[in-house]
């Protein structure tokens, strides 16, 4: 393979792209965006669980990244989904940085101030909807 190509299949690849198929001077990537758990959460209460499940099939189905990489003229050529590879290479510092802290603290104590958070806003969320049906 190539070797600017191999370098920037690793380095995708550290950001979660697998390969599916590759020739010496092509590479096919896919991944699949992350679930996100606090919409999840959200459409469930807004909708009493049928917007959940509204969620992760609206998830399933559009969650399929893919991303094509040749080699033309000695320069390397993506195309595909990259947007999602722009956004993923500005924040990769940030993934580094959390790929680093679950790897050094575990994973449970390294998302416990995300997981309290959430906690926190559900339970401002439901003292609202408590107010207001006490005001109502």
């Given at each position: 393979?190539?070797?600017?190509?191999?370098?920037?299949?690793?380095?995708?690849?550290?950001?979660?792209?697998?390969?599916?198929?590759?020739?010496?001077?092509?590479?096919?990537?896919?991944?699949?965006?992350?679930?996100?758990?606090?919409?999840?959460?959200?459409?469930?209460?807004?909708?009493?669980?049928?917007?959940?499940?509204?969620?992760?099939?609206?998830?399933?189905?559009?969650?399929?990244?893919?991303l094509f990489l040749s080699v033309q003229g000695g320069e390397v050529v993506t195309s595909g989904d990259t947007f999602y590879v722009t956004q993923q290479e500005a924040r990769a510092e940030q993934i580094i940085?959390?790929?680093?802290?679950?790897?050094?603290?575990?994973?449970?104590?390294?998302?416990?101030?995300?997981?309290?958070?959430?906690?926190?806003?559900?339970?401002?969320?439901?003292?609202?909807?408590?107010?207001?049906?006490?005001?109502?």
């Amino acid at each position: 393979m190539d070797p600017a190509l191999s370098e920037k299949v690793l380095r995708l690849s550290n950001f979660g792209w697998e390969v599916k198929s590759h020739t010496e001077k092509s590479v096919a990537l896919g991944m699949r965006s992350p679930f996100s758990w606090l919409w999840f959460a959200f459409w469930f209460l807004c909708f009493l669980g049928f917007g959940a499940l509204m969620y992760f099939f609206w998830w399933l189905s559009t969650s399929k990244k893919s991303l094509f990489l040749s080699v033309q003229g000695g320069e390397v050529v993506t195309s595909g989904d990259t947007f999602y590879v722009t956004q993923q290479e500005a924040r990769a510092e940030q993934i580094i940085r959390a790929r680093q802290e679950i790897s050094e603290k575990g994973f449970f104590k390294a998302v416990l101030p995300s997981v309290l958070a959430f906690i926190v806003v559900l339970a401002v969320w439901f003292f609202i909807i408590w107010l207001l049906a006490e005001i109502f």
